[in-house]
């Protein structure tokens, strides 16, 4: 099943950060932590004139061998420490705090009983 995640982000290094490439974004599906597949990325460059922003979205696909609470931690820990610059973070369509469990939380609600 895939997870909708989009991030609203001043920080326009997020994107390198995120999936530790030199590029953003990649053209190719990332495993990352959790056996987690970032399957979809892309990136929208905000308007300077009116409050520059990206928005980084990522289509993440949860497998059955993927551990959801690895994956959970290692988005926060990607965000955290750039949350001064995190104008937003959705999952599924809702707003979600940058919180450990707050996010763990919404992405297990978006899965249902998977």
């Known amino acids: 099943m895939q ?3 989009r991030i609203v982000t001043t920080d326009e290094e ?3 950060h995120l999936l530790e490439g030199k590029r953003f974004p990649e053209y190719r599906p990332v495993i990352v932590p959790g056996e987690a597949v970032i399957a979809k990325q892309s990136m929208t460059a905000g308007d300077k004139s009116v409050g520059w922003a990206d928005i980084i979205d990522l289509g993440v696909d949860i497998r059955e061998n993927t551990s959801i609470e690895e ?4 988005l926060y820990e990607k965000l955290k420490n750039r949350k ?3 104008q937003s973070l959705v999952i599924a369509g809702a707003e979600t705090p940058i919180d450990k469990a707050e996010i763990l939380r919404a992405i297990k609600d978006s899965l249902g009983s998977l």
């Open 3 to 5: 997870v909708e995640i």
């Open 84 to 86: 001064d610059k995190i």
């Open 71 to 74: 994956f959970a931690v290692w």
């Open 14 to 16: 997020f994107g390198f």
